[in-house]
């Protein structure tokens, strides 16, 4: 039996990248997660580099990796693999030489043989402490889970078409490059029959989905292959580009009603026309265009977005436009994010850059807004009866469990404390919603 010990930093993505490389480790026999890399036959660590928070928690990961598999005896330290947008950004030449400890380094521009190039590495690595493996072929489009029986993230595509002035993203992950309607059906189908009852789809842009493929196609083409697929409760759609929210685009998704939830992840990132056209967002106009768009076909849905205070140039009257905006359009849920000047990107050796403690500021003034708003949403909840998914056992209350309701996206929003009758992981349950605080639920099954 194969132990593994792997830690996915960042975005779901991320985590999906992580999954399919670790799957092809199968090859080896059954696999056992390990809470300790000191019990561990493999040590996989997915890092991100999207921002210089996010990069010394990676090399935070990395070296405490180290100095734990240093410590131990020769004969006991397993093989180390670093993966991840940290090598995207700043590439193996320049990290391999300060880590002479990572055995294998996994590049961002070649995650289709991630699988391969660990698998080979693993099966050198046991063959030389005299474990020689017997390997058999691995599935296709099958992935190691780490999220438990309710939900997975679907990853659609990688890479971006955009070149917002803020990102890193396309210089560490390179252009779109779509994957394969069959390739996802395949992989869909999988984790459906895992018991996965909760698909998530993500991508940098999901809107662009199938635009580079030839011949070309868009999303409700993949939605097509996925919306009937036996098991399917919920289909969840993350980060949707405004610019990409066409009309045409709504009326598929209300047609198409359930297992699709009306929940639209749509990163505006400001509300002010002059500080997203300094941004060089594709959708530079009005998001209020985007907001009233879906909300004339789903009045009742559930919007999440997420914004950047404090870019550089932004002036007082923006964050007030910006603060009336959320107060005018009412988010279920809302991140604002402190901007961080990115070395590299055309927004970091721009003019007029705010001080942190002035950036600080106003976030934390926005997401008390949020915060009213959230509570005020949250408690028009309580005395109605929603299904709940169930994600996992409470860790310290016995009997309690964490799940979501429809409106309530995994690692991402607040949660539902359920407990009762029929609830177990995995489970989709009916409960009365009986509390609400600012950003969670408690629910109560018969």
Known sequence: MLKLYSISLGCPKNRVDTERALAELSVFGPIRPVDALEHADCVFINTCGFIAPAIQESVRAVVDAIDRIQALPAKKRPLLAVAGCLIGRY????????????????????????????????????????????????????????????????????????????????????????TSAAALKQEASLLLEQGVKELALVAQDLTAWGSDLKPKQNLPALLDQLLSLPGLMRLRLMYLYPSGLSRELLAYLQAAGPPFVPY????????AASVLKRMGRPFAGNPREAVDRIRDVFPNAALRTSLIAGFPGERPEDVDELARFIQDTRFHHLGVFAYQAEEG??????????????????????????????????????????????????????????????????????ITYVSGPGVAPGAMVEADITESSTYDLVGLTD
């Open 264 to 271: 639209f992840d749509v990163p505006l990132q400001h509300a």
């Open 91 to 178: 590439g193996i030449e320049a990290l391999a030489p300060d880590l002479p400890e990572v055995d294998l380094f996994l590049h961002t521009r070649c995650l289709d043989a991630w699988g391969r190039s660990l698998r080979e590495a693993l099966a050198q690595f046991l063959t030389c402490r005299g474990q020689v493996p017997a390997p058999v072929p691995p599935q296709a489009g099958a992935r190691l889970l780490s999220t438990g029986p309710s939900y997975a993230w679907l990853k659609i595509s990688d890479g971006c078409r955009h070149a917002c002035a803020f990102c890193t993203i396309p210089s560490i992950r390179g252009p779109l490059v779509s």
């Open 345 to 414: 990107t055309p927004a970091a050796s721009l003019p007029d850059q705010i001080p942190e403690a002035e950036k600080e500021r106003r976030r934390d003034l926005l997401m008390a807004l949020q915060a009213e708003i959230s509570a005020e949403i949250l408690e028009d909840y309580a005395g109605t009866r929603q299904q709940v998914l169930v994600d996992a056992a409470h860790p310290e209350w016995p009997g309690l469990h964490v799940g979501r309701t429809w409106f309530q996206a995994p690692e991402s929003d607040g």
